[in-house]
């Protein structure tokens, strides 16, 4: 008998940047993990130790060196639109599309007729916050605004998948705590599978089915992974059952950020 095979499948990841004047260099080596449809994975790991370099993989941006990625049991040969990325920073919105236009973009590429898709990203426009900014261009937002467009671009294209990484980082607390409660209900109600990147071991508590920490790089990999089954209301910073998730996801992170300070001298 066979078990449903994970949605996401990374099996003995590797991943070598080379380089034409030095010497290569080993981001990742022998990275496995399997995401099983429908979890919230956040993964947490020092700055450098190859967070960003993973989800490129997954997302078809980035080859790996050596090892497999499978979706749905298809090997990631290229980016596809059943996983949809939101890149660190805020670079990638179309300068000469209007907020409402990036938004809508990949649906009018997908063929969806113009009130359909109007309607979706005018709904995906208020649901980050940004109701009546439809009009305005990228070089008129601030950076926070283009981080929340670029999550409703993702979002408004209902991709099988979401690709995170550190979404949240650029938008002040409060836009923040919003964003997190409404990632976490639209993925309970749809059942979104999601590979979610952040420094923050707190987000990572209120969002996550399951947190994975990285080793410090160079030649990183899963250090360890942590159940979060906590209720809605366990995820609150206060709640005793919080503090011990946050104690055993700090634990295996520590050492980590210690080692990581010690190599960058
Ligand atoms: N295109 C590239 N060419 C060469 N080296 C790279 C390239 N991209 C990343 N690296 C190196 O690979 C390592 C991992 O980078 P990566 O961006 O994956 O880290 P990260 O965990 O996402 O860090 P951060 O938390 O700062 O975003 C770093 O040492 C980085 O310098
Ligand atoms: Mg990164």
Redesign the pocket.
């Known amino acids: 008998m066979s078990s449903t095979p994970a949605l996401v499948e990374l099996n003995g990841v590797s991943?070598v940047?080379r380089?034409l004047q030095g010497s290569d260099?080993v981001?990742?080596r022998d990275f496995s993990l399997d995401i099983p449809a429908g979890e919230f994975f956040c993964l947490l790991?020092?700055?450098?130790?190859?967070?960003?370099?993973?989800?490129?993989m997954v997302a078809g941006f980035e080859a790996t060196s050596s090892g497999t990625i499978a979706v749905a049991g298809k090997p990631v040969t290229r980016p596809d639109a059943d996983r949809g990325v939101v890149f660190?920073g805020d670079d990638s919105l179309y300068g000469w599309l209007s907020a409402l236009g990036n938004i809508e973009f990949g649906l009018r590429m997908r063929g969806i007729a113009k009130a359909e898709r109007e309607r979706k990203a005018r709904h995906y426009l208020e649901l980050v916050g940004l109701k009546g900014q439809d009009h305005k261009h990228p070089a008129e937002l601030s950076g926070g605004m283009k981080q929340r467009i670029q999550i409703a671009r993702a979002l408004a294209n209902e991709p099988q998948m979401l690709l995170m990484?550190?979404p949240f980082a650029a938008l002040d607390a409060h836009t923040r705590a919003d964003m997190q409660r409404e990632l976490k209900r639209i993925c309970r109600e749809t059942g979104r599978t999601v590979l979610f990147?952040t420094?923050d071991i707190d987000e990572a508590i209120i969002l996550a089915d399951r947190i994975g920490v990285?080793h410090a790089?160079?030649a990183?990999k899963l250090k360890g992974t942590v159940a979060v089954t906590l209720t809605p209301e366990e995820r609150e910073r206060t709640h005793d059952k919080f503090t011990a998730v946050y104690r055993e996801v700090h634990g295996l992170i520590r050492d980590e950020v210690a080692i990581s300070l010690k190599r960058a001298h």
């Open positions: 991943k940047y380089s260099y981001a990742v790991g020092t700055s450098g130790c190859g967070k960003t370099t993973v989800l490129n660190q990484d550190e990147i420094h990285m790089g160079p990183s």
